[in-house]
């Protein structure tokens, strides 16, 4: 056995984890080497997570998650946005964000297969695609924790200026309040070894 002091390994496989005097204890398997490893996490250790959300175009939903990530959970993460197909920032989006304090207006777009070809690596993928185009929402790989939040697509919505930008008020506070709790959940040690 190797005992290490680690907060994350690449390709591993969790065996066993539980908490003792303070801090999560964890025993792994390393594929790499085929050697089981004891990995002590301290909580008191601040790494931050890296999340990337994603959406179809990255105009509107997953820039926004972005957004609220960013002013919210700095602390503990780093947050980025992708889309299958770039497209152009919804302006209608950067206005209700303006709205609640946050500039996104200067952001650009960007691929998920840019960054896969890039080899960057997150800790956790959350897509934020409505459930009709769930089965269009890109699927980051690796060994990556992915969860899938469900918000309906500002770009389809319809009716007067202000009736829209209405239906997007809500979809930024749906967002808002899904970063929130996710900070509150996934800020713990313990949610990444689940």
């Not at 840019?114 to 790989?141: H, M, W, Y």
């Given at each position: 056995?190797?005992?290490?002091?680690?907060?994350?390994?690449?390709?591993?496989?969790?065996?066993?984890?539980?908490?003792?005097?303070?801090?999560?204890?964890?025993?792994?398997?390393?594929?790499a080497i085929q050697q089981p490893l004891i990995i002590?996490?301290?909580?008191?250790?601040?790494?931050?997570?890296?999340?990337?959300?994603?959406?179809?175009?990255?105009?509107?939903?997953?820039?926004?998650?972005?957004?609220?990530?960013?002013?919210?959970?700095?602390?503990?993460?780093?947050?980025?946005?992708?889309?299958?197909?770039?497209?152009?920032?919804?302006?209608?989006?950067?206005?209700?964000?303006?709205?609640?304090?946050?500039?996104?207006?200067?952001?650009?777009?960007?691929?998920?297969?840019?960054?896969?070809?890039?080899?960057?690596?997150?800790?956790a993928v959350i897509t934020v695609c409505d459930g009709?185009?769930?089965?269009?929402?890109?699927?980051?790989?690796?060994?990556?924790?992915?969860?899938?939040?469900?918000?309906?697509?500002?770009?389809?919505?319809?009716?007067?200026?202000?009736?829209?930008?209405?239906?997007?008020?809500?979809?930024?506070?749906?967002?808002?309040?899904?970063?929130?709790?996710?900070?509150?959940?996934?800020?713990?040690?313990?949610?990444?070894?689940?």
């Amino acid at each position: 056995m190797t005992k290490v002091v680690a907060d994350f390994f690449c390709f591993t496989i969790s065996l066993n984890c539980n908490i003792q005097e303070g801090e999560l204890v964890c025993l792994f398997l390393n594929e790499a080497i085929q050697q089981p490893l004891i990995i002590i996490v301290k909580e008191n250790v601040m790494i931050q997570r890296k999340i990337l959300f994603v959406c179809i175009h990255n105009s509107a939903r997953s820039q926004m998650a972005e957004a609220f990530l960013k002013k919210y959970g700095r602390e503990y993460f780093e947050a980025e946005s992708a889309g299958l197909e770039p497209g152009k920032l919804n302006p209608n989006v950067v206005k209700v964000v303006q709205e609640v304090g946050i500039d996104i207006s200067k952001n650009s777009t960007q691929s998920v297969f840019d960054l896969f070809k890039q080899g960057r690596v997150f800790n956790a993928v959350i897509t934020v695609c409505d459930g009709a185009s769930a089965e269009s929402c890109p699927i980051f790989p690796g060994v990556v924790k992915r969860l899938g939040w469900s918000f309906e697509d500002p770009s389809s919505f319809t009716g007067t200026p202000e009736e829209i930008l209405e239906k997007t008020r809500k979809v930024r506070d749906e967002i808002k309040d899904s970063v929130l709790a996710f900070i509150e959940d996934a800020k713990h040690l313990e949610y990444w070894v689940k």
